[in-house]
């Protein structure tokens, strides 16, 4: 990441992003109340809406930068995509994709709502982790465990892009480097739903 100022700069920007986009609009309405819980919140079909300080420890170790394309997989009910897509402005764009067609819907409304022409939340195609026909990508957001680190993911990031995954039960931050080694970096423990790579 970058040094001290720049780190300084990446935490007061996602700082500025989770006030300006509220967790509670992309709540179930019986859970809205809730909303200022630092914990995950069950938004059905056995997927959560993630505990704040995880999401903004996530958005940190991304350092999205204005103009970015990201890809949010797992987007759930919509609040990462609005966050990746406050920190990308509009000269940016933003793809949430995901799994379960209930949630797609929640999430999509959720997003219309708060107005970011720039982001789009879809459904994943059966069979295909991320989007590849739609990279490369700048950043790419994971909401979900897997058990490995997913090849197919850093494939669609462009050269120097930078993926944020928990695999197993590490967050895991890598930067690609096309061509060379690609650079990876542990940062704690955090527990997600398992990931679901058809593989």
């Known amino acids: 990441m970058a040094g001290a100022s720049g780190t300084d ?18 709540l179930p309405r019986a859970r809205r109340r809730d ?7 069950d938004i059905g079909h056995g997927q959560t ?13 991304l350092a999205v930068r204005p103009g970015d394309r990201v890809l949010d997989v797992g987007a759930g009910s919509g609040w990462t995509t609005a966050l990746l897509a406050h920190l990308t402005g509009p ?14 819907r929640f999430g999509a409304a959720n997003l219309e709502r708060a107005g970011m022409p720039w982001a789009r939340l879809v459904a994943a195609r059966p069979g295909v982790l991320g989007a590849p026909d739609d990279g490369p990508f700048d ?5 979900a465990a ?15 892009g930078v993926l944020v995954i928990p695999v197993g039960a590490r967050m ?9 080694s690609d650079e990876v970096s542990e940062h704690g423990a955090y527990r997600f739903v398992p990931l679901v790579t058809d593989d």
């Open 35 to 41: 909303a200022a819980y630092d914990g995950p919140l």
């Open 49 to 61: 809406n993630s505990q704040p300080r995880t999401v903004a420890d996530m958005l940190r170790l």
């Open 146 to 160: 897997p058990r490995r680190l997913p090849q197919g993911l850093v494939d669609q990031l462009a050269d120097g």
């Open 9 to 26: 700069a990446v935490a007061e920007r996602v700082r500025a992003a989770m006030v300006a986009v509220p967790r509670a609009g992309f």
């Open 139 to 143: 950043r790419i957001l994971v909401s």
């Open 172 to 180: 895991t931050r890598l930067v690609r480097h096309v061509g060379d």
């Open 91 to 104: 000269t940016g764009s933003v793809l949430g994709v995901e799994r379960v067609p209930e949630l797609v």
